[in-house]
């Protein structure tokens, strides 16, 4: 049977049915799983049977979950975890060693600069950011200890955009791993995986879940890498629940058609915000204004749920505009079916660094909106009421 278009893969894709033949895939809400007997147990410890063996390891409803996520996404291999910086931290943890060093993107998710700054410096592990306008730097930033290359594309919260094949070039010429936040993206607007990266990690409490209810994470692609993903990950716990993978797989189903309007209603609020007085800038990845348009419209098939733009007056301009809101929710999160607006200056990015806020593109008056799913038209009237009263 040929491949079938992606809609299908995330609905058909399921545990394989009980002896009760149900429709909709069941919860398993298990710690462990019996044996026949003790070859049985033998075998499948020694890993000569595939099958569940505990739940930290893996669990139907996980596996599922994965399965979807592996189609999606073109990958050979993946395993799930209880949040997105749980797949980040071990998907890291498991490629790196002490002396090791990381090339990355200097416009990383602030929990992620975090762990390169604060923490794999007690374990003598390196970062070199590269600028986002700066790419052509990538190479000189190489040294003999490099591992990978680490980016988001579309970056949080700048909404900047890399070119996937120009890395992959890169790491190809040089003999290093590209891992790539797809989080922003989905599955289903862009597949990394397609212009080369090895590695592919998603926040799944975002666009994934889409309705803020669960926390996972995920990392998908080399069969030989995950793997190694795997059995660091059976010793150190950090696997997702069988709950919130039952949730996450039912969530998949509705992920294109969800993502779809997301994207239509992202699109016109940065359109409407381009002529705004009180607007200084606007970044949206299929706005032909984005400086990265053509890479964005090559790799991605529609521009995404997040719009950035900056407010006039600084940080007191973003701090009045938040408070001037009215309906859409001030949140840390994204990807939800409710508008979220976010102020990352005095939030998520008030602990970092001047430079590295600069080097992301973090002004002091930006604001990264999430677009959800309710009318447009309300969503633009809740923003330019919010704006009118900025002096």
């Not at 040929?2 to 894709?13: D, G, M, N, P, V």
């Not at 190479?139 to 970056?155: G, R, S, V, W």
């Not at 949730?247 to 998949?252: C, G, I």
């Not at 009045?320 to 001030?330: N, R, Y």
């Amino acid at each position: 049977m040929s491949k079938k278009q992606f809609e299908t893969e995330a609905i058909r894709t399921q545990s394989e049915t009980t002896q009760f033949s149900e429709h909709s895939v069941p919860l398993y809400l298990t710690s462990g799983f019996v044996f026949d007997d003790a070859e049985e147990m033998r075998a499948s410890f020694a890993e000569e049977k595939q099958r569940d063996l505990y739940s930290r390891y893996s669990n139907p409803n996980v596996n599922e979950f994965v399965d979807k996520v592996c189609l999606m996404e073109g990958a050979e291999a993946g395993f799930a975890f209880a949040s997105g910086m749980a797949a980040v931290f071990s998907t890291f943890a498991t490629l790196l060693d002490a002396g090791d060093h990381v090339v990355s993107c200097s416009s990383v998710f602030g929990a992620t600069h975090g762990l390169f700054t604060k923490y794999f410096p007690k374990w003598n592990i390196e970062c070199s950011y590269f600028n986002i306008d700066e790419v052509e730097t990538i190479e000189n930033l190489i040294q003999p200890n490099t591992k990978f290359i680490y980016a988001e594309t579309p970056t949080n919260p700048g909404v900047d955009v890399l070119d996937l094949e120009f890395l992959s070039t890169i790491c190809k010429k040089h003999g290093l791993l590209l891992v790539i936040d797809n989080c922003f993206a989905t599955p289903y607007l862009q597949n990394p995986i397609k212009f080369g990266a090895d590695l592919v990690i998603h926040s799944a409490t975002k666009l994934m879940d889409g309705q803020g209810r669960v926390l996972g994470g995920i990392t998908v692609g080399k069969k030989e890498l995950i793997r190694e993903i795997y059995l660091f990950s059976r010793l150190t716990g950090p696997s997702m629940s069988a709950f919130n993978a039952w949730v996450l797989s039912k969530s998949l189903e509705t992920l294109a058609v969800r993502v779809d309007r997301h994207c239509e209603n992202a699109l016109k609020l940065a359109e409407y915000l381009e002529s705004h007085p009180k607007v200084k800038w606007v970044k949206y990845p299929f706005l032909k204004s984005h400086p990265k348009h053509d890479i964005a419209k090559k790799q991605m098939r529609l521009g995404g749920s997040i719009v950035a733009f900056e407010v006039k007056g600084g940080l007191e301009g973003g701090r009045a505009f938040f408070d001037a809101i009215k309906m859409c929710s001030l949140s840390a999160n994204l990807g939800d079916t409710r508008t979220i607006v976010t102020h990352p200056a005095s939030t998520t990015h008030a602990k970092v660094e001047a430079d590295v806020k600069a080097a992301a593109g973090i002004t002091d008056g930006m604001v990264r909106c999430s677009l959800g799913l309710e009318h447009i038209d309300d969503i633009i009237s809740d923003i330019e009421q919010a704006l009118k009263k900025l002096s």
